[in-house]
C-alpha cells in the first residue's frame, strides 16, 4: 500500500519568482516511480515531471525540478520563473514497478497561485 | 503527439441510469486504466486493465462497475445504476508497459454528473 501526503492546500507566488510544492510519500516497494502532475481549471492532467526512485539524480524539465530525498521519502516540486500559466492544481503521485499494471497514488493536491 | 481520447466530456445522467463512459487509448498501448476524481478531491484509481482482463481494482470498483474493450480500440467503463456519489471526473489513461510509466498519458475526461 502507498500513501502520499501533500501538506500545502494553497501555495501563491510572484510571477518570474520560485516556488517549491512539498510532497511526502510511504511505499514498502523497493522500485517504484514519482510524479508530479498538473491539472489546470479544464482538469485535464498534465505530467510535469517524473522521478525513477532508483535513480539518485534530481530530475529536472525546463523551469521544474524536483529534490528527490529517498531516505526521507520527500519529493518536492521546485517551479523556477513562474508564469502566469503555472496556476494550476498540481499533484504529486506514486506508482510501484510491481506487479501487471502499476496504479498510480495520488495526494490530495496543492492549489498554485500565480500573481502579476 | 498521440492522445488518449475520451467522450463524451460531460454526461447529465439520472439516478438509477445506465451510463457507459468511453476511451479510445494510444494506439500501441496495452495497460488501460480508469481513475475518478470527485470535485476538489484528490484522483483515485479504480482499475487497471491488461490482456483483456483486469489486473487490479480498487474498492470503489464494486460491482455496479464495469470495463471492456470490445473492439481492440476502445476502452469502456459502464456504471449499471448511477447513484448522485457517482458524479465525478472520470479519467482514462494508458500505458505502452507496465514498467513504461513515461507513457502514462491521461485523457481529457468526462464530467458525469448524476441528477
Known amino acids: 500500500a502507498q500513501t502520499v501526503t501533500q501538506s500545502q492546500p494553497e501555495m501563491s507566488v510572484q510571477e518570474a519568482e520560485t516556488v517549491t510544492l512539498s510532497c511526502t510519500y510511504d511505499?514498502?516497494?523497493?522500485?517504484?516511480?514519482l510524479f508530479w502532475y498538473k491539472q489546470p481549471p479544464s482538469r485535464q492532467m498534465i505530467l510535469v515531471i517524473r522521478q525513477e526512485a532508483y535513480k539518485q539524480q534530481n530530475a529536472t524539465e525546463n523551469r521544474f525540478s524536483v529534490n528527490f530525498q529517498k531516505a526521507a521519502k520527500s519529493f518536492s516540486l521546485k517551479i523556477s520563473d513562474s508564469q502566469l500559466g503555472d496556476a494550476a492544481m498540481y499533484f504529486c503521485?506514486?506508482?510501484?514497478?510491481?506487479?501487471?499494471?502499476?496504479?498510480?497514488?495520488f495526494g490530495t493536491g496543492t492549489r498554485l497561485q500565480v500573481t502579476l | 503527439e498521440p492522445e488518449v481520447t475520451q467522450t463524451p466530456s460531460h454526461q447529465v445522467t439520472q439516478m438509477g441510469q445506465e451510463v457507459i463512459l468511453r476511451c479510445v487509448p494510444i494506439?500501441?498501448?496495452?495497460?488501460f486504466y480508469w481513475y475518478r476524481q470527485i470535485l476538489g478531491q484528490k484522483v483515485e484509481f479504480l482499475v487497471s486493465?491488461?490482456?483483456?482482463?483486469?489486473?487490479?481494482k480498487s474498492e470503489i470498483f464494486d460491482d455496479q462497475f464495469s470495463v471492456e474493450r470490445p473492439d481492440g480500440s476502445n476502452f469502456t467503463l459502464k456504471i449499471r445504476s448511477t447513484k448522485l456519489e457517482d458524479s465525478a471526473m472520470y479519467f482514462c489513461?494508458?500505458?505502452?508497459?507496465?514498467?513504461?510509466?513515461?507513457?502514462?498519458?491521461f485523457g481529457s475526461g468526462t464530467r458525469l454528473t448524476v441528477v
Open positions: 511505499t514498502s516497494e523497493s522500485d517504484y516511480y
Open positions: 503521485a506514486c506508482a510501484p514497478l510491481t506487479g501487471t499494471a502499476s496504479k498510480l497514488t
Open positions: 486493465f491488461y490482456n483483456n482482463e483486469i489486473s487490479e
Open positions: 489513461a494508458s500505458s505502452e508497459a507496465w514498467d513504461r510509466l513515461y507513457g502514462y498519458t
Open positions: 494506439s500501441n498501448h496495452l495497460y
